[in-house]
Nanobody, 114 residues
Framework: QVHLVESGGGLVQPGGSLTLSCAAS????????MAWYRQAPGKQRDLVAG???????NYADSVKGRFTISRDNAKNMVYLQMNNLKPEDTAVYYC????????WGQGTQVTVSS
């Protein structure tokens, strides 16, 4: 069963913006901590941003002030608004649900290039 599906990735110029979306199954969304991770080629997978069921957020230092994570509990959706994108933001972005068990989406590619 597919539990998490990311969308919204693509190619953008430096300084541009993208919004990523994650559609989650209700059974792994309600009352769960949701997060976005990213992984560039040859690099480890790192936490980008997280959000609790109550809306409390945290961000990696590298994206603070540029990225915003949000969630719509009624629609079982998580979003990542990315502004002022930089080439170093290029990576595959993954949605994660953290609960009794962890679930991952398939990832969506974000490429920041001129």
């Amino acid at each position: 069963q597919v539990h998490l599906v990311e969308s919204g990735g693509g190619l953008v110029q430096p300084g541009g913006s993208l919004t990523l979306s994650c559609a989650a199954s209700r059974s792994i969304f309600s009352n769960y901590y949701m997060a976005w991770y990213r992984q560039a080629p040859g690099k480890q997978r790192d936490l980008v941003a997280g959000i609790s069921s109550g809306g409390k957020t945290n961000y990696a230092d590298s994206v603070k002030g540029r990225f915003t994570i949000s969630r719509d509990n009624a629609k079982n959706m998580v979003y990542l608004q990315m502004n002022n994108l930089k080439p170093e933001d290029t990576a595959v972005y993954y949605c994660k649900s953290a609960g009794t068990n962890d679930y991952w989406g398939q990832g969506t590619q974000v490429t920041v290039s001129s």
